[in-house]
């Protein structure tokens, strides 16, 4: 329906309606903002060396790009819908939403005996205005009126090529080499041998005794690995040009990398890379600072915890798949010892987390209650707002939920349930001991049932903080040890139980979505009652959703005491 819509296009007014923009601010980007001002110009430093000039979009230029971008997006998930199978995927850069990356990239080329890496020479740069405007008119998926054509060509374009730098050219450029992947695919398969990109990265592989001389062959003279005459020239004829100096062939008896991972026998992070990565963190917990090295220069820059964060998520994407993304509780059951890579992983997330957190950290038992809890706040932000507040007239919370993704819930140990809070709040100390010291200056808040399931918490703050009085869940909250402390369900009278669901009054539990109330007696891992939605569904679609119909007040204990907390004065670590 999209494609449809835009090959329905028949000018700028048409396309400007399309993408919800209005035809006269298009044109005023287009025709009269001079080209000197659509662009900002910077380099950035490459990995192997040298600089890339990256090129960011003026601002409301900007705007129209990202818009265009998700048109581009929807028109490629028609032309080409989502394959279930990865190993029959082509082209894998610019595909986060449909799980493709540089590790199903290099998952098609496992344990074979060569592999061959091709790189394209000035990928984005090559892809010049004529030629956009071109695909766009004569691409048989679109084939769009000129004046259609000419528009995005003047959208997506800079002094005569795509940007780097602009959201449009990923999408543009990985449309366009379409053609060249289905003439490459169709070749590697004709001679016996594996094909797959990554942007401006080919890789052909193979378990044929001898690698086909139609797509690479060996220089007697160097020793060195050259582009077959009919590979180059299928590129060559799609517009593309080889990088020669990029050209590798790697054999099962060398180290066989594809977009930067090892893939001899499954893929997998470069041993070095992990052993520096622990190098990382532990500089990081131990003295709050590490640097990267020049490798030329020698010069160390210092990393942000973001730079860290992104070499260590990349590691645990590629070395947990091999384990299912078992999660570390899991190991310790099954009498394993936990990964390395785990250990490092979780040692970062709980710093950042727990020891320099810069707002206050709320840890919950699941899903279901960080919803519950954000949209209360939001709601109520006038009331509480040491919690959040509006921001240039946007509301900005003022507190983080500890993250609940597959990555946190595998690295450390709280998949969530009350089983894994009670073991967080006992092994609390023992989990940022390692830190260095003049942290723990913002709150961790533990929000709990107040249920049979987490007795035991109570039993061990009365323990830890040798509480002369009974503890019970009934007070607003404890505070157990440095920067911990624990917020339960109010509401307790004696033996009765309290989950997080009671603080919503009767008409809002009675909400319904899609025909169904909430299953409140759901136990975790089971599906809803028949004809019930499950809690999930309950906290989005009807909690968040339609919060502009609920009551939140049962909730104003549960913040009252998450301000309170905020009040404490807390003293650095030592």
Not at 428 to 445: D, E, M, R, T, W
Not at 455 to 477: C, L, Q, V
Request: hydrophobic share 35%.
């Amino acid at each position: 329906m999209t494609l449809k819509n835009l090959r329905a296009c028949k000018d700028l007014s048409d396309l400007a309606h399309l993408l919800s923009v209005s035809p006269k601010g298009l044109s005023y980007i287009l025709y009269k903002i001079p080209p000197h001002l659509k662009y900002t110009h910077f380099e950035v430093p490459k990995k192997s060396g040298g600089s890339r000039t990256i090129s960011s979009p003026e601002r409301r230029l900007k705007f129209v790009q990202s818009r265009l971008t998700e048109l581009l997006y929807a028109c490629q998930r028609e032309i080409v819908p989502v394959e279930e199978n990865i190993k029959k995927v082509l082209s894998h850069g610019f595909q986060k939403k449909r799980g493709l990356s540089i590790q199903t990239n290099a998952g098609k080329h496992t344990n074979r005996r060569f592999v061959l890496n091709v790189d394209l020479e000035g990928f984005f740069p090559s892809l010049n205005f004529g030629r956009v405007r071109g695909y766009f008119l004569k691409n048989r998926d679109f084939q769009l009126p000129e004046a259609v054509a000419t528009v995005i060509a003047q959208i997506v374009c800079h002094d005569n090529e795509l940007p780097q730098g602009a959201p449009t050219s990923p999408i543009v450029s990985d449309l366009m080499a379409r053609v060249m992947d289905v003439h490459l695919s169709k070749m590697a398969a004709a001679h016996g041998c594996t094909y797959s990109r990554y942007v401006d990265d080919l890789t052909f592989s193979t378990n044929l005794a001898e690698f086909p001389p139609a797509l690479a062959l060996e220089n007697p003279l160097s020793g060195n690995w050259d582009a077959g005459h009919e590979l180059r020239g299928r590129i060559w004829r799609q517009g593309f040009t080889i990088n020669d100096q990029k050209t590798r062939m790697q054999t099962r008896a060398s180290r066989q990398e594809v977009t930067g991972l090892i893939v001899n026998e499954f893929v997998n992070v470069r041993t070095e890379v992990e052993a520096h990565n622990r190098v990382l963190v532990h500089s990081l917990v131990k003295k709050g600072t590490c640097f990267q090295k020049d490798p030329k220069s020698g010069a160390e820059t210092p990393l942000s915890l973001e730079q860290i964060g992104g070499r260590l998520s990349h590691q645990f994407q590629v070395k947990a798949t091999r384990h299912g993304f078992k999660s570390a509780r899991e190991f310790e059951k099954a009498g394993e010892d936990i990964p390395k890579f785990y250990r490092d992983y979780a040692h970062y997330i709980n710093y950042c987390s727990f020891h320099v957190n810069p707002v206050p950290t709320i840890v919950c038992e699941g899903k279901t209650d960080v919803i519950y809890l954000k949209t209360a706040i939001q709601v109520l932000h006038a009331k509480f707002p040491k919690l959040g507040g509006l921001s240039g007239g946007k509301y900005a919370s003022d507190v983080r939920f500890f993250g609940q993704s597959r990555h946190h819930t595998a690295a450390t140990r709280l998949s969530g349930g009350a089983g894994d809070v009670q073991h967080f709040v006992r092994d609390y100390n023992k989990i940022v001991l390692p830190f260095h010291a003049g942290g723990q200056l913002s709150p961790v808040i533990v929000f709990v049932d107040n249920d049979k399931a987490t007795n035991g918490i109570w039993s061990f703050i009365k323990e830890r903080t040798g509480s002369a009085t009974p503890i019970d869940g009934s007070d607003p909250f404890y505070h157990i040890e440095r920067n911990l402390f624990v917020v339960a369900v109010p509401g307790k009278v004696g033996n009765t139980e309290r989950i997080v669901e009671d603080l919503f009054d009767a008409t809002t539990k009675a909400m319904t979505w899609d025909g169904k109330t909430v299953d409140l007696k759901q136990k975790r891992g089971q599906p809803p009652a028949k004809g019930k939605m499950s809690k999930e569904r309950f906290a989005t679609k009807v909690v968040r959703d339609q919060r502009g119909k609920i009551d939140f007040s049962g909730f104003e204990p549960v913040l009252k005491a998450f301000s309170d907390i905020i009040e404490t004065k807390l003293t650095p670590s030592k």
